[in-house]
């Protein structure tokens, strides 16, 4: 099992996971700073402050047990051969591109579903505005 951790943390570094831990922390940290603010008198500033200088230096300590965390899944859903494989495929021009390229095409796609659900949900509205008015509702 060793031997698949070690693969699948070099794909891993391959699909940039580093970065991707790196992000989640920062959003921590974020949520963190407004649940402090909501559980507290403390203004933004200050609750920054304090999650800064008192919670997130355990955060940033324990870091590579957070990137472990996220290349587990890789060790065990992958045989040593699939990671290896996989490792070949994004080192290749193709799985480069798809690298490359793989953010913008979510964020379109992410855009796209988006639409999708505005364009339903007024058809919808459309289709029950009566229904929707006579349960008091105004769309």
């Known amino acids: 099992m060793e031997e698949n951790r070690r693969e699948a943390r070099a794909l891993a570094d391959t699909l940039d996971v580093p970065r991707q831990a790196e992000a989640l922390m920062a959003q921590m940290r974020t949520d963190i700073i407004q649940a402090t603010m909501r ?9 920054t402050r304090v999650v800064d200088d008192i919670l997130m230096p355990n955060f ?28 070949a495929f994004f080192a290749s021009p193709l799985g480069q591109k798809l690298l490359r390229t793989q953010p913008v095409a979510r964020a379109q796609s992410e855009q796209a ?15 029950h505005v009566d229904e929707l008015r006579a349960r008091g509702l105004k769309f």
């Open 60 to 87: 940033r300590a324990r870091g590579a047990e957070l990137l472990a965390t996220m290349v587990e899944p890789y060790a065990v859903n992958f045989t040593f051969s699939d990671l290896r494989a996989l490792r």
């Open 39 to 47: 559980s507290s008198a403390l203004s933004e500033e200050d609750a």
């Open 113 to 127: 579903g988006l639409a999708w659900g505005q364009r339903v949900f007024q058809d919808s509205v459309d289709r």
